[in-house]
């Protein structure tokens, strides 16, 4: 059974911080790592793919360890914004997506 | 830019009746699908669509379920003999390239069967 295990939440943090997310996978086969992020009733937005050098897009840097099998999100700066629902995404290839539950963030001033 | 439009944005039906939720995906992608989250749970991939047919399908998209592309731009979800259990949000996504890319996500269909 593929499953795809994230950081039980909410993380809450002040406005500046930096946090780190962590998400677990089952399947070593999986080959594409995405980040999404959900606010609160809507859809899933895509934040970042992940690549296996790491990748950074501004404040976000996303990191890939098939060794461990684990991806991370760090976010640096955290805006109030930042507030929301991340949610890891795990595939292998063309087969079927797997979401984690995510990982809640409230960001407070 | 490029949006996933979904309709209705809520829809109310009896158990027991057919639904059917309907999506237009962004016009120069090839790959359509369908998710569904259950209210506090995680988002659930349910089938993935490609010229003309199903080319994935997870194993809660049973025979209660069928997904249609009538013309060049809708691209439907039908829900047979609703039931309790099947009242979740259901979003439709698009992609250019297949499973495994990046995929655009639709504001959802709120679904509830009374």
């Known amino acids: 059974r593929k499953e795809v295990e994230q950081d039980p939440g909410p993380f809450n943090v002040p406005e500046g911080a930096t946090v780190a997310f962590n998400c677990t996978y089952s399947?070593?086969?999986?080959?594409?790592f995405f980040w999404y992020r959900q606010d609160c009733r809507k859809e899933p937005k895509l934040l970042m793919s992940?690549?296996?050098s790491g990748n950074e897009d501004g404040r976000f840097t996303a990191q890939l360890n098939r060794a461990s099998q684990y991806i991370s999100l760090l976010i640096r700066d955290s805006k109030l914004s930042d507030s929301a629902t991340y949610l890891c995404v795990v595939g292998e290839g063309s087969y079927i997506p797997t979401f984690g539950r995510g990982t809640s963030l409230i960001v407070h001033p | 830019e490029p949006e996933v439009t979904q309709t209705p944005s809520h829809q109310v039906t009896q158990m027991g009746q057919e639904v059917i939720l309907r999506c237009v995906p962004i016009?120069?992608?090839?790959?359509f699908y369908w998710y569904r989250q259950i209210l506090g749970q995680k988002v659930e991939f349910l089938v993935s669509f490609y010229n003309n047919e199903i080319s994935e399908k997870s194993e809660i998209f049973d025979d209660q379920f069928s997904v249609e592309r009538p013309d060049g731009s809708n691209f439907t979800l039908k829900i047979r003999s609703t039931k309790l259990e099947d009242s979740a949000m259901y979003f439709c996504?698009?992609?250019?390239?297949?499973?495994?890319?990046?995929?655009?996500f639709g504001q959802g269909t709120r679904l509830t069967v009374v």
């Open positions: 016009s120069n992608h090839l790959y």
């Open positions: 992940v690549y296996s």
């Open positions: 399947n070593s086969a999986s080959q594409s």
């Open positions: 996504a698009s992609s250019e390239l297949g499973l495994g890319t990046e995929a655009f």
